[in-house]
């Protein structure tokens, strides 16, 4: 119970923090750090895969209602939650315990996260911008804006993680 | 039949991945010209209300400088009015030039009144500007609504005003119509009342008229709103009428003031000077 209250706690904030200060970041005119992430990256696994994906799409639907943009944080939200078992097992494989843990530093490793967050991240950025986009006449911008922001979330998730792990 | 439903029982996140995905792509495909779809943009109530709350705290933060600016501004368009009414009493008054407006060059200085008190005898009221932002002693003080005072010391960042509600105050005033000539002084108690001394018994005044500022004195041009007459009766040695005036300044609630850099009076001032030197 006090996991869940925490876990609602977390994607509020991380709605608010959304909506009301990253979506006003524009560094350079092109990078905006997309940070409600964390809360699909970083879900415990005890959480079922559907219990996973809907929350995502919640959360996703928050910022696009905030947002103005119809859909495109909860259609790349919802694509990152159903990829994030496999994902996770492209980088960590755990010894056979099959105890659920929750995606991080921690259990993780450094290295792991990166890997992990990087690939999450840059997956769910490129569709956030491409429904943005919607079209591939600007490919730099795209690219730029793409590049841009996936190093902005991550600076920001691995900033969070390193306070967390303290 | 049996298989079928084991299948997509054990691929049941696929169904449910594969309807968000759907959900969201009518969302953004069909919804962004459909009118009716406001619900699902920051204009619905919720939304509009989360929004609004936002806006009413983050407002404040810019209230400061929304303030400063609208001080700022004010104190242009006090500039303004000054020269544009000099103009106009030089255009009436006739053989006064260009020349004799050149004379209020006014600079004006806005402020904010950072403590203030009325209750006293004689009170002072301090300003956030000093001779930092080119203030010195002897300044006119005036709030929009009409006459506040004069400084009377000045540190590099602030400054004591001496306000009308001053027993020490003495500004050179005239009434309006009639331009007969007076001294407003406080007398304590009534924070919104002043006396108008010297004026002569003959002069021709009545309840209502306007008392404003004579030009006598360095400190304000010619003009400025000071009150309106309240009551009348003749002095002790009957030899004028004591004027109570109704001061047009809410000393209670002042804020924002300005003060009116006056080249002129440094002028004075320094013949003033010269003239006591030579006296001593």
């Given at each position: 119970?006090?996991?869940t209250?925490?876990?609602i706690?977390?994607?509020?904030?991380?709605?608010?923090?959304?909506?009301?200060?990253?979506?006003?970041?524009?560094?350079?005119?092109?990078?905006?750090?997309?940070?409600?992430?964390?809360?699909?990256?970083?879900?415990?696994?005890?959480?079922?895969?559907?219990?996973?994906?809907?929350?995502?799409?919640?959360?996703g639907?928050?910022?696009?209602?905030?947002?103005?943009?119809?859909?495109?944080?909860?259609?790349?939200?919802?694509?990152?939650?159903?990829?994030?078992?496999?994902?996770?097992?492209?980088?960590?494989?755990?010894?056979?315990d099959?105890?659920?843990?929750?995606?991080?530093?921690?259990?993780?490793?450094?290295?792991?996260?990166?890997?992990?967050?990087?690939?999450?991240?840059?997956?769910?950025?490129?569709?956030?911008f491409?429904?943005?986009?919607?079209?591939?006449?600007?490919?730099?911008p795209?690219?730029?804006?793409?590049?841009?922001?996936?190093?902005?979330t991550?600076?920001?998730?691995?900033?969070?993680?390193?306070?967390?792990?303290? | 039949?049996?298989?079928?439903?084991?299948?997509?029982?054990?691929?049941?996140?696929w169904?449910?991945?594969?309807?968000?995905?759907?959900?969201?792509?009518?969302?953004?495909?069909?919804?962004?010209?459909?009118?009716?779809?406001?619900?699902?943009?920051?204009?619905?109530?919720?939304?509009?209300?989360?929004?609004?709350?936002?806006?009413?705290?983050?407002?404040?933060?810019?209230?400061?400088s929304?303030?400063?600016?609208?001080?700022?501004?004010?104190?242009?368009?006090?500039?303004?009015?000054?020269?544009?009414?000099?103009?106009?009493?030089?255009?009436?008054?006739?053989?006064?030039?260009?020349?004799?407006?050149?004379?209020?060059p006014?600079?004006?200085?806005?402020?904010?009144?950072?403590?203030?008190?009325?209750?006293k005898?004689?009170?002072?009221?301090?300003?956030n500007k000093?001779?930092?932002?080119?203030?010195?002693?002897?300044?006119?003080?005036?709030?929009?609504?009409?006459?506040?005072?004069?400084?009377?010391?000045?540190?590099?960042?602030?400054?004591?005003?001496?306000?009308?509600?001053?027993?020490?105050?003495?500004?050179?005033?005239?009434?309006?119509?009639?331009?007969?000539?007076?001294?407003?002084?406080?007398?304590?108690?009534?924070?919104?009342?002043?006396?108008?001394?010297?004026?002569?018994?003959?002069?021709?005044?009545?309840?209502?008229?306007?008392?404003?500022?004579?030009?006598?004195s360095?400190?304000?041009?010619?003009?400025?709103m000071?009150?309106?007459?309240?009551?009348?009766?003749?002095?002790?040695?009957?030899?004028?009428?004591?004027?109570?005036?109704?001061?047009?300044?809410?000393?209670?609630?002042?804020?924002?003031?300005?003060?009116?850099?006056?080249?002129?009076?440094?002028?004075?001032?320094?013949?003033?000077?010269?003239?006591?030197?030579?006296?001593?």
């Amino acid at each position: 119970m006090n996991r869940t209250l925490s876990r609602i706690l977390t994607f509020v904030v991380l709605a608010l923090v959304q909506v009301f200060i990253l979506n006003k970041i524009h560094l350079f005119g092109y990078a905006t750090p997309l940070l409600y992430l964390y809360f699909i990256l970083t879900l415990g696994q005890d959480v079922s895969r559907n219990k996973l994906m809907l929350s995502a799409f919640a959360l996703g639907l928050v910022i696009d209602v905030f947002s103005n943009t119809f859909g495109i944080h909860a259609a790349a939200s919802t694509l990152t939650a159903f990829l994030r078992p496999a994902l996770i097992r492209l980088f960590f494989l755990r010894g056979g315990d099959g105890e659920p843990f929750t995606p991080g530093i921690h259990a993780m490793g450094v290295g792991a996260f990166v890997r992990y967050a990087l690939l999450a991240t840059l997956l769910h950025h490129t569709l956030v911008f491409c429904l943005e986009y919607f079209s591939f006449a600007y490919l730099l911008p795209l690219a730029i804006s793409i590049g841009g922001s996936t190093l902005l979330t991550l600076m920001l998730v691995m900033a969070i993680e390193h306070v967390k792990g303290k | 039949m049996k298989g079928l439903l084991e299948f997509l029982y054990k691929h049941n996140h696929w169904l449910l991945f594969i309807l968000l995905e759907g959900i969201s792509l009518v969302m953004l495909f069909s919804l962004n010209d459909y009118q009716g779809s406001v619900w699902l943009t920051s204009a619905n109530t919720a939304t509009g209300s989360v929004l609004e709350v936002k806006q009413r705290v983050t407002g404040y933060f810019g209230l400061q400088s929304e303030n400063e600016r609208l001080a700022e501004q004010n104190a242009q368009l006090t500039a303004q009015v000054f020269g544009l009414q000099q103009a106009l009493d030089s255009t009436a008054l006739v053989r006064l030039t260009a020349e004799t407006v050149s004379q209020w060059p006014f600079g004006v200085v806005p402020a904010t009144v950072v403590e203030n008190s009325t209750g006293k005898l004689n009170n002072y009221i301090t300003i956030n500007k000093g001779t930092a932002d080119g203030l010195r002693p002897d300044m006119g003080v005036i709030s929009s609504d009409g006459v506040v005072g004069v400084t009377y010391r000045c540190s590099r960042h602030y400054s004591l005003v001496l306000p009308i509600l001053n027993g020490k105050s003495n500004i050179s005033c005239k009434v309006r119509p009639g331009e007969s000539f007076g001294y407003l002084e406080w007398l304590g108690g009534d924070t919104r009342t002043a006396q108008l001394r010297d004026v002569p018994r003959y002069a021709d005044i009545s309840v209502g008229d306007t008392v404003v500022t004579s030009g006598h004195s360095a400190f304000f041009p010619e003009g400025l709103m000071v009150g309106v007459i309240r009551d009348f009766e003749p002095s002790a040695d009957n030899l004028s009428n004591n004027i109570y005036v109704q001061l047009s300044t809410p000393f209670a609630h002042l804020r924002h003031v300005f003060v009116i850099q006056n080249a002129g009076a440094d002028e004075r001032q320094e013949l003033r000077d010269m003239v006591n030197d030579k006296r001593k």
